[in-house]
């Protein structure tokens, strides 16, 4: 079934051939002498110490990033060499979806996801991977980078993508070592290259100035953050410009957008580029914290269990049934996923009677049938005794949640007891839906639909008054607006709140 791309493959010349090897030989090479380094140093289980030169400035500047960085830097550390190991495979991931073959993609990917669950255990924990940890992964992934080399596609495409990682890994010497944690998991993201470039030259700016991060730790200490009299607003997320497009569409509708406060939750490796971002471009007076989830020490091994089992959703997506743990004197908030345009004033939505419901949400079973059955096994008599299969289903992505009223129903721990249900997956299969569906079952008030109108990430035919007359739109689906498969007429909706001549954004897209 899966052929071997053959009709892609275009007259090889030897010139070419020759400086792809080379180029991939070096990898190999730095790979392996890495991996022997890094093995015969394995009886004392410290990490090895950082140059003094191109390092110490940075760990003076930087002891709030986690210590994995540390970590990662090391030159023989294994994270370092996963880290390597991902920017390689997330090319190969780019050119076999380019030349369709999904499967090799699909198993990149997935190595790739493996990979990347160790570097944040292994962050989370606060203690080097071991070789047994890594051996089989680097292993597993080394042979998937031989086979997807062996394919070798398109001979021009795989220049020019090794020319990129090339280049951000001399841009790496420079400034040492944020890049290469930033390079490496950043990988992760399907987001245009030109991002990547915006989000290296973001995390620069964080460690070279320190006012960044004096302006960053004033905020932390802020009064606002706990004050119930403003409008709090969350998002989780690791999309930098999608974060930033719901920040500014937001505080561009409302009439005091000094009155506003958003938390933003990231993982480690956005946390500069997303602070420096924040920090250096104007958002009407609002204020704007950013977390790193990592950081979380509450956050323990429990959770990431839970989530071990969801390969596909990242941890930051289930963050979101933690809310009132994050935010312990918080007593309202409105919940915001990354891919949503806000086009209307949102701070009625504080107002709003939920008589004593905790998530008021949009439901989605007026137009497209779906009801909990769609989402849920019913066949499962633990689903079947407690759940009516008539019952409306509703959505994430604009909800407002009311924390006083979360905790009382003790809404987290409805949500722990699904997930512990749900091993191996018999109960639902995907995603934060489906467990969200039971810990808020009879807690959601429904509201009017113009609060949140859904789709644009995948039906080309929505209705432009809905649109239009939309407090908030969500392009949910897999088009999303940042990237070459969205769909064009809704682009322009998402585009008009990032400012493109940003030098960052500009010198990126423009080189
Ligand atoms: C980093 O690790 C060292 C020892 O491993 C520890 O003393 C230090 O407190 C850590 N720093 C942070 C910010 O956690
Ligand atoms: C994780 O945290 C929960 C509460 O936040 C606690 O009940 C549990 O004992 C913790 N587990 C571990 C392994 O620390
Ligand atoms: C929530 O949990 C507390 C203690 O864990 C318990 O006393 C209370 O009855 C629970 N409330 C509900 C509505 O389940
Ligand atoms: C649904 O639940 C039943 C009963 O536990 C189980 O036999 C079946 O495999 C489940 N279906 C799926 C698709 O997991
Ligand atoms: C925010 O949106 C406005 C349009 O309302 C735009 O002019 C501005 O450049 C945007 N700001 C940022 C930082 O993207
Ligand atoms: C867009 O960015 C440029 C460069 O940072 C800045 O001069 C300009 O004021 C910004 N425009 C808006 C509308 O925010």
Same mark, same amino acid.
Request: glycine share 4%; with cysteine; charged share 20%.
């Given at each position: 079934?899966?052929?071997?791309?053959?009709?892609?493959?275009?007259?090889?010349?030897?010139?070419?051939?020759?400086?792809?090897?080379?180029?991939?030989?070096?990898?190999?090479?730095?790979?392996?002498?890495?991996?022997?380094?890094?093995?015969?140093?394995?009886?004392?289980?410290?990490?090895?110490?950082?140059?003094?030169?191109?390092?110490?400035?940075?760990?003076?500047?930087?002891?709030?990033?986690?210590?994995?960085?540390?970590?990662?830097?090391?030159?023989?550390?294994?994270?370092?060499?996963?880290?390597?190991?991902?920017?390689?495979?997330?090319?190969?991931?780019?050119?076999?979806?380019?030349?369709?073959?999904?499967?090799?993609?699909?198993?990149?990917?997935?190595?790739?996801?493996?990979?990347?669950?160790?570097?944040?255990?292994?962050?989370?924990?606060?203690?080097?991977?071991?070789?047994?940890?890594?051996?089989?992964?680097?292993?597993?992934?080394?042979?998937?980078?031989?086979?997807?080399?062996?394919?070798?596609?398109?001979?021009?495409?795989?220049?020019?993508?090794?020319?990129?990682?090339?280049?951000?890994?001399?841009?790496?010497?420079?400034?040492?070592?944020?890049?290469?944690?930033?390079?490496?998991?950043?990988?992760?993201?399907?987001?245009?290259?030109?991002?990547?470039?915006?989000?290296?030259?973001?995390?620069?700016?964080?460690?070279?100035?320190?006012?960044?991060?004096?302006?960053?730790?004033?905020?932390?200490?802020?009064?606002?953050?706990?004050?119930?009299?403003?409008?709090?607003?969350?998002?989780?997320?690791?999309?930098?410009?999608?974060?930033?497009?719901?920040?500014?569409?937001?505080?561009?509708?409302?009439?005091?957008?000094?009155?506003?406060?958003?938390?933003?939750?990231?993982?480690?490796?956005?946390?500069?580029?997303?602070?420096?971002?924040?920090?250096?471009?104007?958002?009407?007076?609002?204020?704007?914290?950013?977390?790193?989830?990592?950081?979380?020490?509450?956050?323990?091994?429990?959770?990431?269990?839970?989530?071990?089992?969801?390969?596909?959703?990242?941890?930051?997506?289930?963050?979101?049934?933690?809310?009132?743990?994050?935010?312990?004197?918080?007593?309202?908030?409105?919940?915001?996923?990354?891919?949503?345009?806000?086009?209307?004033?949102?701070?009625?939505?504080?107002?709003?009677?939920?008589?004593?419901?905790?998530?008021?949400?949009?439901?989605?079973? $007026?137009? +497209? &049938?779906?009801?909990?059955?769609?989402? #849920?096994?019913?066949?499962?008599?633990?689903?079947?005794?407690? *759940? @009516? !299969?008539?019952?409306?289903?509703?959505?994430?992505?604009?909800?407002?949640?009311?924390?006083?009223?979360?905790?009382?129903?003790?809404?987290?721990?409805?949500?722990?007891?699904?997930?512990?249900?749900?091993?191996?997956?018999?109960?639902?299969?995907?995603?934060?839906?489906?467990?969200? $569906?039971? +810990? &808020?079952?009879?807690?959601?008030?429904? #509201?009017?639909?113009?609060?949140?109108?859904?789709?644009?990430? *995948? @039906? !080309?035919?929505?209705?432009?008054?809905?649109?239009?007359?939309?407090?908030?739109?969500?392009?949910?689906?897999?088009?999303?607006?940042?990237?070459?498969?969205?769909?064009?007429?809704?682009?322009?909706?998402?585009?008009?709140?990032?400012?493109?001549?940003?030098?960052?954004?500009?010198?990126?897209?423009?080189?």
């Amino acid at each position: 079934m899966k052929r071997r791309a053959a009709d892609n493959r275009r007259p090889v010349r030897r010139s070419l051939w020759r400086s792809i090897w080379s180029v991939l030989g070096l990898f190999c090479l730095a790979g392996l002498v890495l991996f022997v380094v890094h093995h015969n140093h394995n009886g004392d289980r410290t990490v090895q110490p950082l140059s003094e030169d191109t390092t110490a400035s940075f760990r003076e500047e930087d002891h709030q990033v986690f210590n994995f960085t540390d970590e990662i830097s090391s030159d023989t550390s294994f994270a370092r060499q996963l880290a390597e190991q991902m920017t390689l495979a997330k090319a190969y991931i780019i050119i076999a979806k380019e030349h369709n073959n999904l499967h090799l993609a699909w198993e990149l990917s997935s190595k790739f996801r493996t990979s990347q669950l160790l570097l944040s255990r292994a962050a989370m924990r606060g203690e080097p991977i071991t070789l047994e940890e890594a051996g089989p992964v680097i292993k597993s992934m080394s042979s998937l980078i031989f086979k997807a080399q062996d394919l070798h596609y398109d001979i021009a495409t795989t220049i020019t993508t090794m020319r990129t990682h090339i280049q951000a890994l001399e841009e790496r010497a420079n400034a040492a070592v944020v890049q290469s944690v930033v390079f490496g998991q950043l990988a992760a993201g399907s987001l245009p290259k030109s991002v990547h470039c915006s989000i290296i030259k973001l995390a620069s700016d964080w460690l070279q100035y320190p006012t960044l991060r004096n302006l960053a730790d004033e905020i932390r200490n802020s009064p606002r953050l706990v004050d119930n009299n403003l409008y709090h607003f969350c998002l989780f997320s690791d999309n930098l410009l999608g974060t930033s497009v719901v920040v500014n569409s937001t505080v561009s509708n409302v009439d005091h957008p000094k009155q506003l406060v958003f938390h933003i939750v990231t993982n480690g490796v956005n946390y500069g580029p997303m602070q420096a971002w924040f920090l250096s471009n104007d958002f009407k007076g609002a204020t704007i914290e950013v977390q790193i989830m990592e950081e979380f020490s509450w956050l323990n091994a429990s959770f990431f269990d839970i989530s071990h089992h969801m390969k596909t959703s990242s941890l930051l997506n289930h963050l979101r049934f933690y809310i009132p743990k994050i935010y312990p004197q918080l007593e309202k908030v409105v919940f915001l996923d990354d891919d949503v345009v806000v086009q209307k004033e949102l701070t009625p939505l504080f107002s709003l009677e939920l008589h004593g419901n905790v998530n008021g949400a949009v439901e989605t079973c $007026l137009e +497209a &049938f779906h009801r909990y059955y769609k989402y #849920l096994n019913f066949s499962n008599p633990i689903i079947s005794s407690k *759940f @009516d !299969p008539q019952a409306c289903g509703w959505a994430f992505g604009m909800n407002i949640f009311d924390l006083i009223a979360w905790r009382k129903a003790n809404v987290t721990s409805r949500y722990q007891y699904w997930q512990k249900q749900n091993k191996g997956g018999t109960l639902w299969k995907l995603g934060t839906l489906p467990p969200g $569906l039971l +810990a &808020f079952y009879g807690l959601t008030e429904p #509201l009017d639909r113009r609060w949140h109108v859904q789709g644009l990430g *995948f @039906d !080309p035919n929505i209705d432009s008054r809905l649109i239009e007359s939309a407090a908030v739109i969500h392009f949910n689906g897999n088009m999303k607006p940042w990237l070459k498969l969205g769909i064009e007429k809704y682009k322009p909706l998402w585009e008009r709140y990032i400012n493109m001549s940003h030098p960052h954004l500009r010198d990126c897209t423009s080189s």
